[in-house]
């Protein structure tokens, strides 16, 4: 810690760390040293997170209640104290009471307000949230108690509440859905000009509602807030997660909004288990500005119950103060679809659903295999974030399972060797549907006939995050050789021994590998066959597929006086030839030619200087490869003669389209007399004949599109995995 805080002279980083110093005191047992602490830093300048962490360390509930009232004071927000009910088995926490209750609203005159209570299994802590509601100062009311099917006392104790009070109603889910479905419910019902959420088992403060109402009131152009709270054990002890010496925070469940407003251009809560309080709030600044959701710094006006039960402190599906596993996934489709929807407006009940989220969050759960696992046919592991080859193939994959009608997961597996996006490929994210293609995620038990696992660098490094899969056949595509390149300098991107022993903690074999071409297996066997021991290496390759009639362009483009050649790939080094005399010869500078570029150029400047003037040039991601290759007239790649291309996906793109393709002898092996081949002097000569003789462009393309049909189409790849699906009957 003296490291960590020698030469800092911010205040709020100093009084975390002295937060968090006591805290480590109090794990050792060295409680006075804690105070001490804690003391000192108080003297410096009180703050209310001190005074919680100075209640932390106090022995007794009473003396904990005044280091409490401290931080309430600071925020000119009423003292609690302790009930003393006689009942032995109440917990501090269900005792808390505020004696003064000072108001100055009139009963009845002010804006309605409706606060729902969804309420699963909560007969311990209910009773303390309902009271807490009844006794706010804002009494013009009404508490929508919805019950999610519970089956402890649940129902009975607010049916006794809504017959004592007649602002309290029972609303019950037809079938156990989850909080985000008892909330909608309620919300169709509710008559409140206001809307606001209290947890089933969170005690609130008397002035709670009416600070935030009085704030909406003041404030007609905020459509929401919300107030804050700090997480307490039952017996008053706070509790922190993700936010280092900080007790206090936004409580994302007080959200109270403007009805009207938000029911026409929001609609309703996303119907998921979990989460998606932020997915609202999001969604509402979104439609109505940042500036219209305040987040009031009002102090703790709810104390959030801490249980070893608590499904936001779950170690799976939990929110550990970032997002990980399913809420990560979650995030991330949301997000997405934000970006993308013409509407934001959620109806109720959501069917179908707007976007596809994790099975966990589903309101009704999907039945489980006798092991307690879901099953698919196919998953598919793979770094889902990259642009390139490897996602192509991957959707190209997915979309042929999903013809043939199989069931297909996704497993996200990270690189962690270069700086990659946050965000899934959007041509990956735009597959999934929550029905024969799913994200799984960690926390899950999945079983499948056959898990594919693309891009051997994922499996260089040991990941946690992981779901549990069983799989009956497990396939590694080799789409990358170890080495970025064979030359002396060249990076290794993965080691065959360390990734064949995370195989074999995860997943119990290290698997079949195949390789996705000859160039990759040559490789595999020139340079590394004294570390093929560990696998098995199949015999045949694992080639890439493409859908060819969805790529076919419907007529070639009307010949010109110039000669459109191009190429797509990403901005590298290895992917350009690094001559300046070669990469003009290949990608010439002059007329009759025009050179189009898909991917960015800074490789090649880099060799060239100032690209010609007959260079277009298009960032990677700014045109999809279909659209681009359909401009072409001619296909040309080459690259660095020290690199090893794995495949060569973008050949049989630009072959799929009908563009002719001219690239170096090397791939003859792969392509046959689907390609022309010629040596970088060779290459222009080669692309006059070819444009100076119709028949014979058009009998190229016609043979290159029946090579890719016959060799790379989908069928090849449903005949390859059909012998490891052993039973497509055995999931619902």
Not at 132 to 153: A, K, R
Not at 386 to 413: C, D, F, H, P, Y
Not at 619 to 640: C, I, N, Q, S
Not at 654 to 673: K, N, W
Request: net charge neutral.
């Amino acid at each position: 810690m003296q490291q960590a805080t020698a030469g800092k002279a911010e205040r709020s980083f100093l009084r975390r760390a002295a937060i968090i110093e006591a805290e480590c005191y109090k794990l050792l047992d060295e409680i006075e040293k804690g105070k001490q602490r804690i003391a000192d830093k108080i003297k410096e300048y009180p703050h209310p997170d001190l005074y919680l962490a100075a209640a932390n360390l106090e022995e007794h509930p009473l003396d904990r209640v005044k280091w409490i009232n401290k931080a309430l004071a600071h925020f000119n927000i009423a003292p609690i104290r302790l009930k003393q009910t006689g009942e032995k088995e109440r917990t501090p926490y269900d005792s808390i009471d505020v004696a003064a209750k000072a108001t100055n609203v009139k009963p009845n005159m002010e804006p309605k307000v409706t606060v729902i209570i969804p309420a699963y299994n909560s007969e311990d802590g209910i009773a303390t949230s309902i009271e807490s509601i009844l006794q706010q100062t804002w009494t013009n009311i009404e508490i929508l108690v919805v019950d999610d099917c519970s089956t402890d006392g649940t129902t009975a104790l607010i049916k006794r509440y809504a017959a004592s009070d007649d602002r309290v109603k029972y609303l019950k889910t037809e079938i156990n859905s989850g909080a985000y479905v008892a909330r909608n419910i309620a919300l169709q019902q509710a008559a409140g000009e206001f809307v606001t959420i209290n947890d089933a088992d969170d005690w609130s403060h008397p002035a709670k509602i009416e600070t935030q109402v009085n704030h909406l009131l003041e404030h007609p152009q905020v459509i929401a807030n919300t107030s804050q709270q700090a997480r307490m054990t039952e017996e008053l002890t706070f509790f922190r997660r993700g936010k280092p010496g900080e007790y206090i925070f936004v409580n994302m469940s007080s959200l109270m909004f403007r009805k009207n407003p938000v029911m026409e251009n929001l609609g309703f809560w996303d119907s998921v288990r979990f989460g998606a309080d932020g997915e609202f709030k999001r969604r509402l600044k979104k439609v109505f500005g940042e500036k219209a959701v305040v987040d009031l710094a009002s102090g703790p006006y709810s104390f959030q119950r801490q249980t070893k039960g608590s499904l936001t402190g779950n170690h799976a599906f939990g929110f550990h103060g970032y997002f990980m596993g399913v809420r990560k996934e979650y995030f991330d489709s949301y997000s997405h679809y934000h970006r993308v929807a013409e509407s934001l407006r959620y109806d109720f009940p959501q069917e179908p659903r707007l976007f596809a989220v994790p099975e966990p969050m589903w309101p009704q759960r999907e039945k489980k295999t006798a092991d307690g696992r879901r099953h698919f046919d196919v998953i598919i592991a793979s770094e889902f974030r990259l642009l390139g080859g490897t996602n192509m193939s991957n959707v190209e994959e997915i979309k042929a399972q999903k013809q043939k009608g199989l069931r297909t997961g996704l497993m996200q597996m990270s690189r962690y060797d270069f700086q990659s996006r946050k965000e899934m490929n959007p041509h990956i994210r735009e597959l999934l549907d929550g029905d024969l293609v799913q994200m799984v995620v960690y926390g899950e038990e999945i079983s499948c006939d056959l898990l594919i696992i693309r891009h051997p660098p994922v499996l260089q490094e040991w990941q946690k995050y992981l779901p549990n899969v069983k799989a009956k056949r497990v396939n590694v595509i080799v789409n990358q050789p170890p080495k970025r390149d064979y030359s002396k300098k060249g990076n290794t991107l993965y080691t065959i021994p360390d990734c064949a022993k995370r195989m074999k903690e995860y997943f119990g074999t290290t698997g079949t590998w195949y390789p996705i071409g000859p160039l990759v297996r040559e490789a595999l066997l020139t340079h590394h066959s004294h570390e093929l021991h560990p696998i098995s290496l199949a015999s045949e390759d694992w080639v890439n597929i493409i859908d060819v009639q969805e790529w076919k362009r419907a007529s070639r483009p009307l010949r010109s006086e110039k000669i459109k050649i191009g190429r797509h790939s990403r901005d590298q080094y290895v992917k350009w030839p690094i001559e300046r005399t070669e990469l003009f010869k290949v990608y010439p500078e002059s007329a009759p030619f025009e050179v189009h570029v898909l991917g960015g150029a800074a490789a090649p400047k880099k060799v060239v200087g100032e690209l010609p003037e007959n260079w277009y040039v298009y960032e990677f991601g700014e045109m999809h490869p279909k659209e681009f290759l359909a401009t072409l007239d001619v296909f040309v790649y080459y690259t660095h003669p020290d690199w090893i291309e794995a495949f060569g996906r973008v050949i049989f793109e630009a072959m799929a389209v009908g563009v002719p393709v001219v690239i170096p002898p090397i791939y003859e092996q792969l392509f046959g007399d689907a390609a022309l081949y010629a040596e970088p002097d060779d290459v222009q000569e080669t692309i006059v004949q070819l444009m100076d003789n119709p028949d014979f462009y058009e009998s190229q393309v016609e043979k290159a599109q029946a090579y890719v049909e016959a060799n790379f189409g989908y069928t090849k790849h449903i005949s390859r995995i059909e012998s490891f699906i052993f039973d497509r009957t055995n999931h619902s």
